[in-house]
């Protein structure tokens, strides 16, 4: 028996069914490249750290593996952990603060006067001081509508300025001989640094994770129309994100006080983009509505391990600015959202 003609639109049928069969395997094929990337971009940080564990443990042997090597490691990562984490609030909601460095250095120096005049409860002008430049970049932000990285530049560069009037171009050392600071120098040193560092990150954990403003960050982040029409104070929510970055960065110039001693000019200079390296290696697309405290830690920590392993190794300390750089390059590469690129906030 033969078969009848197909009609023209029952040919067309067949002909886009033949077509998508033949697209499937493709379709199915690019679906998982996107879950393999999408996987990849948010563990890049622990594929980095344990690369370079890898990577120095050939070129330093026992000496990067010993566990003095790695007490000297941690000790060092609470501070860009800590500014790090602040950054991750503020990146997550698709800001940036350029000034968190400067805030800490402010916060150091007016923290290490406050405590050699008044003793430990000196130390809340590091807070106040972080709070206070938050509450200004955030006005400036909300109200002028300003791009977040001009306004906080801007901060970067007049606090760094207070920072150099103030000390004189001298550092202040915290203590005296009538003001011990065994109990400020002793949180510096580990293993109570550490604890610190877990009460810290726990703490903002919650605050990121489990409460409304966290869920209202992330919002933000993710479409700042949509959260107005769901009754978001827009304006106030980014007061409040860059009241808490600068709070932050208050406690970790307690912090940068308690494991130096003392507070310069040049205290916090660079902590920036060291911090926003670590938040992006964390998985933290510049992009925002999502991020990671825990992966970012990660990265804090990972980037510690490279300036260290790279003494270790016996390469000069100019490199470890350029491995930082191309390592921020790789991250940026794998996390961002090239779909979202264009927003800029």
């Not at 994770?209 to 929510?237: D, P």
């Not at 804090?300 to 930082?324: E, R």
């Amino acid at each position: 028996m033969s078969r009848a003609p197909l009609t023209g639109r029952l040919r067309a049928d067949v002909t886009a069914a033949d077509e998508a069969t033949q697209r499937a395997p493709a379709a199915i094929v690019r679906s998982k490249r996107s879950i393999a990337g999408e996987h990849l971009s948010q563990n890049v940080a622990y594929l980095a750290f344990l690369l370079l564990v890898g990577v120095f443990w050939i070129a330093g042997g026992s000496t990067f593996m010993s566990s003095r090597n790695w007490e000297l490691i941690l000790e060092q990562v609470p501070l860009l952990a800590m500014v790090a984490c602040g950054m991750t609030f503020a990146i997550t909601a698709g800001y940036i603060d350029l000034s968190v460095g400067s805030t800490v250095g402010l916060a150091a120096l007016l923290g290490a006067m406050g405590f050699n005049q008044f003793g430990p409860i000196g130390l809340v002008a590091c807070v106040g001081i972080g709070v206070a430049v938050g509450l200004a970049n955030g006005i400036i932000f909300a109200y002028l509508r300003i791009p977040s990285f001009v306004v906080t530049l801007a901060a970067q560069v007049i606090v760094r300025a207070v920072v150099n009037m103030v000390s004189g171009g001298f550092a202040v050392y915290v203590g005296s001989v009538n003001n011990p600071t065994t109990v400020l120098s002793s949180y510096g040193n580990w293993p109570q640094v550490l604890f610190i560092l877990a009460a810290f990150v726990g703490l903002l954990w919650v605050v990121y994770n489990k409460t409304v403003f966290g869920q209202n960050l992330k919002a933000l982040g993710g479409n700042e129309a949509v959260c107005r029409l769901f009754g978001v104070k827009v304006e106030l929510m980014k007061i409040k994100v860059f009241m808490l970055v600068g709070a932050i960065a208050g406690c970790a110039a307690i912090i940068s006080l308690a494991d130096t001693g003392a507070s310069g000019p040049t205290t916090g200079t660079g902590l920036e983009l060291q911090a926003i390296a670590a938040v992006v290696l964390g998985g933290t697309p510049l992009t925002g509505a999502r991020g990671s405290m825990l992966k970012t830690v990660v990265g804090a920590l990972t980037l510690t391990m490279l300036a260290d392993g790279l003494v270790i190794a016996g390469v000069g300390p100019n490199w470890n600015d350029v491995a930082q750089g191309a390592l921020l390059i790789t991250a940026i590469a794998i996390a961002i959202e090239r779909k979202k690129i264009g927003v800029v906030k």
